[in-house]
């Protein structure tokens, strides 16, 4: 996965996958309330991965990966929490276990994907011979 492309598809297949799983969870308990709501987390949560891992390629030769994780983060939070009060005022019959807990998972591991996307892979350093 060394291209953007790669990255994208990386981080909308694993949140794809996600979902999927979550999904019969969601319908067991809550049932298509609980699908509805896990769709609506997986888009708040997917958008702003899709920019940071967008945004991280664009710096990425600046060695500002970590800022852009960081910066993603915030703009991640503002994103979900006007996305959660939108949901809340467009569909008041999603409650807590319809939405919000997914919005959390979600929320969750769409912050892993794309810190191991954006952030590059750490190498540990050569050991020094000791010529003594």
């Known amino acids: 996965m ?7 598809v ?4 694993g949140m794809l996958v996600v979902g999927m799983l979550l999904a019969v ?3 067991g308990v ?16 997917l958008i702003p991965g899709l920019l940071t891992v967008f945004a991280g390629e664009l710096l990425r030769h600046r060695n500002l990966s970590a800022y852009v994780v960081l910066v993603g983060g ?3 939070m503002l994103f979900v929490l006007l996305g959660m009060f939108a949901v809340s ?10 939405f919000t807990v997914w919005l959390i998972v979600c929320y969750l591991v769409a912050l892993a994907l794309e810190t191991a996307l954006v952030l590059p892979p750490v ?8 010529q003594s």
């Open 30 to 45: 809550s049932g298509l309330l609980g699908l509805e709501g896990l769709a609506y987390s997986l888009i708040l949560s």
């Open 2 to 8: 060394k291209t953007l492309g790669g990255r994208l």
């Open 123 to 130: 190498t540990a350093p050569k050991p020094l011979d000791d």
């Open 10 to 13: 990386a981080l909308t297949a």
């Open 89 to 98: 005022a467009l569909r008041p019959d999603l409650g807590f276990r319809q």
């Open 74 to 76: 915030g703009f991640r």
């Open 25 to 27: 969870i969601a319908y």
